[in-house]
């Protein structure tokens, strides 16, 4: 039979289950776009900026069970498109990478868009391929699934010259996609040594990060059976219910809040599950660990890394946590109810909100009161897109969140600009959930235009944009060594303009008296399938429990010259002004 390569690559996209793509049409695509508006499985969604397209793929595969898809013109479709690839491909999220190519059935040099665009790809995905007929249309998309979804996802870049997508030419038959099966986890004798270091331990800790986001069910059921607490990390936000009497927050060392600090100052044996121990998971590494450490992760390249596992187990969390608790329940029963351990985090967590409480002013908004209130308008499932920024760690310790895969953000690769297009991602792929997004203004500058597309596709998105003109997570960080904060401030910006431009609602939010009914309208009106800009007149006065941690971490890591050199600095601008 005779095939365009665009027909064959929509047939490949719908085996493999896609169910949107995300991009720009340009001369390189025309063919593939036009194939895509005949599918009935496949949706179209035009961005108005590769970048934006990159990171609602990002929710999709983050999300659901469904890999998001980029169709982008080589060269600049692409470079537009890297900031979301990059952070796809170090948070551990599948992705598939499809460009149009530079003719390859031509001799001509200099072509339109045409670059090496597998030297720029290689550092930003798990594999790259350039198709050099039609046969392998088929055969390569499955094959870059495969590697998208296996091990530690990520994404994967495929390169579709455009006379093939353009021409016709036979294909001897359309292979039926089989998804590989899941490789099964033998680890009897490490499952045996790490269930007998739990159970000799008088102080267990469970470490959860983005890996365990499908075993939720299997972590609550270990941390129950050894009353241990549980942390997590940055992007594992979600992996275990805030909710839940052994869930002390993000993080467990310096950087944390005290709930988790105060947990796990005496950890005599921990399991980390699902996590790299990076370095915004550890407070820049500010983190003390326990020699007996469990180390479960799908990828072996992380034990080790940062800190010696005594027990590593190589494979998929829920398989690993499933034998581990077997393991644990053929040689003990579960332990009583720890009342102690729970009642100090309940505790320390009232306390430091209580803290939080003692801030507020006239005229501006709590973040505490903000998130309180947030926290009883969500629905359990409701899904929060949270940018990189101070509003970042303010979400991660002052907002509970009670569902697996209900947060998102930016974590290893930190892009700013997540949180507006992801969002639509999420409300894409979740339609009849809610969405809302945190996003401070610095970011919410470099992709609010995306709006437009929500507002196109009539996607009822909530946007909380923590507004106080500087860009406040870097410039808290400047002011404690420097005394200043040089570059931060930005111009001003309307807010309620942008919202007029791209045919969102606008609701604005001055006050503490004000969080209740401007949430509750803003919820209304998204629920009628538009979109709306929440102006949110945010008080940064104070710093994150992270942001301390983490600045004193680096600090005392500095040489002793150096250390007098930075402290005589800030002392004399102290004085000088």
């Given amino acids: 039979m005779k095939r365009t390569g665009a027909w064959l690559t929509v047939y490949a996209l719908e085996q493999i289950g896609a169910r949107f793509t995300f991009g720009i049409p340009g001369v390189h695509t025309t063919e593939l776009y036009d194939a895509l508006n005949s599918s009935n ?172 986001r499908d075993a939720t069910a299997e972590l609550v059921k270990l941390a129950d059976y050894l009353q241990a607490p549980v942390a997590t990390t940055l992007q594992g936000l979600s992996v275990f219910p805030g909710n839940h009497p052994l869930h002390t927050g993000f993080g467990f060392g310096a950087s944390a809040v005290p709930a988790a600090q105060n947990a796990f100052k005496d950890c005599d044996c921990m399991v980390a599950i699902g996590t790299r121990f990076a370095e915004i998971a550890t407070g820049s590494y500010g983190a003390s660990v326990p020699d007996n450490l469990i ?149 919410f500058m470099m992709t609010c235009m995306e709006i437009l597309t929500a507002a196109s596709n009539n996607l009822g998105v909530v946007y909380y944009v923590f507004n106080d003109g500087e860009l406040a997570q870097i410039a808290q960080a400047q002011s404690i060594p420097y005394g200043r904060k040089p570059a931060t401030t930005i111009g001003k910006l309307n807010i309620e303009g942008v919202a007029l431009a791209t045919g969102a609602a606008f609701v604005a939010m001055n006050d503490n008296g004000e969080i209740a009914e401007a949430i509750s309208s803003a919820r209304s009106i998204a629920a009628t399938g538009r979109p709306v800009i929440v102006a949110v007149k945010i008080d940064y006065s104070r710093k994150t429990a992270f942001t301390l941690g983490a600045v004193k971490t680096n600090f005392g890591r500095f040489p002793l010259n150096e250390k007098l050199r930075f402290l005589a600095r800030a002392a004399v601008r102290h004085v000088t002004g």
């Fill in 41 to 212: 499985r496949i949706t179209q969604v035009l961005v108005t900026h590769e970048g934006g397209a990159s990171f609602m793929a990002d929710a999709v595969g983050r999300l659901s069970d469904s890999i998001g898809v980029l169709t982008v013109v080589p060269a600049a479709g692409l470079t537009h498109a890297a900031s979301g690839i990059g952070e796809a491909f170090l948070d551990g999220v599948p992705m598939l990478v499809i460009s149009g190519g530079p003719r390859t059935d031509t001799e001509h040099r200099y072509q339109l868009h045409q670059m090496d665009t597998h030297k720029f790809m290689s550092g930003l995905t798990k594999a790259t391929f350039r198709v050099v007929s039609h046969e392998e249309v088929v055969p390569t998309l499955f094959k870059a699934y495969e590697i998208a979804t296996s091990g530690e996802p990520g994404p994967v870049f495929v390169e579709l010259p455009v006379n093939i997508l353009l021409m016709t030419d036979e294909v001897s038959d359309l292979p039926q996609f089989q998804p590989a099966k899941l490789p099964t986890l033998e680890a009897g004798a490490e499952i045996a040594r790490a269930a007998d270091l739990l159970l000799a331990a008088k102080r267990p800790g469970i470490f959860a990060g983005w890996g365990t």
């Fill in 295 to 443: 180390h479960i992760d799908i990828n072996p390249a992380v034990f080790n890394a940062n800190y010696p596992a005594k027990v590593a187990i190589a494979g998929d969390a829920g398989a690993a946590l499933k034998q581990l608790l077997a393991g644990l329940e053929a040689k003990a029963p579960r332990r009583p109810p720890n009342e102690a351990l729970r009642g100090q985090i309940e505790k320390d967590k009232a306390a430091y909100r209580e803290s939080w409480y003692r801030n507020d002013a006239n005229g501006i908004v709590n973040p505490v009161r903000f998130f309180d209130e947030l926290r009883r308008q969500t629905p359990d499932d409701g899904i929060l897109a949270v940018d990189d920024g101070n509003h970042t760690f303010l979400t991660a310790e002052l907002m509970p969140i009670h569902a697996p895969k209900s947060v998102i953000l930016p974590t290893d690769f930190n892009c700013m600009g997540y949180a507006v297009p992801a969002a639509i991602g999420a409300k894409l792929a979740f339609p009849d959930r809610s969405v809302q997004a945190i996003v401070g203004d610095g970011a």
